[in-house]
């Protein structure tokens, strides 16, 4: 009976161990995006259900790209939450422009942050089948709070 019980625990403990070091496949994993050279700060935090623990983000042309943030509104006043996603082609064949508010279909973020408010929220882009296979540059900017870069494999289903 021991040495079954023993067995289980080896093979439990190995599973875990192959989980953590394949990093589990794809989900929720931080991404560090690049300053955007505009003044204003980074997100807080940053990550997507496309991406692992290296910071490889892998999309599906004709699906959706989910990104959540976080973002410090560091402002003297309230603004309202408007966030404008740039997707383009390394090779420069396509670019895709997503513009989205706190009432869109697909977001979940306030409409409103106030000072020193910080606001979480994601959304899930609807990806145009027009890409070809190969990098993508992403940009995310919230008017007024944040703005990063950050790159993204797009692959044909």
């Not at 980074?42 to 959706?64: I, L, P, W």
């Not at 790209?65 to 309230?78: D, G, H, I, T, V």
Request: aromatic residues 10%; contains cysteine; glycine residues 6%.
């Amino acid at each position: 009976m021991e040495s079954m019980i023993a067995k289980m625990v080896l093979f439990l403990l190995l599973l875990a161990v192959s989980l953590r070091s394949c990093g589990a496949s794809f989900g929720y994993e931080p991404v560090t995006l690049e300053e955007c050279g505009n003044n204003l700060p980074n997100f807080t935090s940053f990550n997507s259900s496309n991406c692992n623990a290296r910071g490889e983000c892998v999309a599906f042309m004709g699906r959706r790209l989910r990104l959540e943030f976080s973002a410090k509104n560091n402002n003297k006043y309230a603004v309202d939450v408007v966030v404008l996603v740039t997707i383009e082609s390394l090779d420069r064949s396509h670019t895709q422009y997503f513009r989205a508010t706190c009432e869109d279909y697909n977001i979940n973020f306030p409409c409103r942050a106030e000072p020193n408010q910080e606001i979480t929220g994601y959304m899930q882009i609807p990806l145009d089948k027009e890409y070809k296979e190969g990098a993508a540059t992403f940009t995310v900017h919230a008017y007024s709070l944040a703005c990063g870069r950050g790159r993204v494999y797009m692959k044909d289903m």
